[in-house]
T-cell receptor, first 115, second 108 residues
């Protein structure tokens, strides 16, 4: 079946602009995670959704970052007033249940470059 | 100090060698433990879970020492295709926390 998909695969924007990154999880997966990965680092946890609600958003770095999952499927990560330090690969993962890392399936990521 | 620490490497080994990676974690409330593999410019993929009793999957053996807050991964008979970054991963509550990874290069 289809895996996790993310769009766009690449996004180049200018400092100060607004961007939206989309994640389509595996059908039927109730749990969804967003991560950010900078060069030479492991993925950094941002937010976890169980269904439509954000069960843990403690990883969002500041109030410029926001994520939604209005129907419990597709999720959008929104970044306002982008800064050069936001440049990274943004990864999404979904899971069929609330659980540990062994049930997470990752998408290919969106590479965000802020000029 | 990062919550999950790994030696970044790189480890350069010949085919057929045995190589071991270590990882330490700082929070004793960590609940589950894993090794993930990440190929260059690809997404992470689960390699194996890690238990205190130790577990083996073919050429790969993982071990957890909760008292020392230490996780290990042993790769025997290295293959060229084992070249990748190996990420040590812990979970705590809803969070999944990755180490920065250890790079492995296996050469012919």
């Amino acid at each position: 079946g289809a895996g996790v998909s993310q769009t766009p695969s690449n996004k180049v924007t200018e400092k100060g602009k607004y961007v939206e990154l989309r994640c389509d999880p595996i059908s039927g997966h109730t749990a969804l995670y967003w991560y950010r990965q900078s060069l030479g680092q492991g993925p950094e946890f941002l937010i976890y959704f169980q269904g439509t609600g954000a069960a843990d958003d403690s990883g969002l770095p500041n109030d410029r970052f926001f994520a939604v999952r209005p129907e419990g499927s597709v999720s959008t990560l929104k970044i306002q007033r982008t800064e050069r330090g936001d440049s990274a690969v943004y990864l999404c993962a979904s899971s069929p249940r609330q659980g540990g890392a062994d049930t997470q399936y990752f998408g290919p990521g969106t590479r965000l470059t802020v000029l | 100090r990062k919550e999950v620490e790994q030696d970044p490497g790189p480890f350069n080994v010949p085919e057929g060698a045995t190589v071991a990676f270590n990882c330490t974690y700082s929070n004793s409330a960590s609940q589950s433990f894993f090794w993930y593999r990440q190929d260059c410019r690809k997404e992470p993929k689960l390699l194996m879970s890690v238990y205190s009793s130790g577990n083996e999957d073919g050429r790969f053996t993982a071990q957890l020492n909760r008292a020392s807050q230490y996780i290990s991964l042993l790769i025997r008979d290295s293959k060229l295709s084992d070249s990748a970054t190996y990420l040590c991963v812990i979970t705590r509550g809803f969070k999944t926390i990755f180490g920065a990874g250890t790079r492995l290069f296996v050469k012919a």
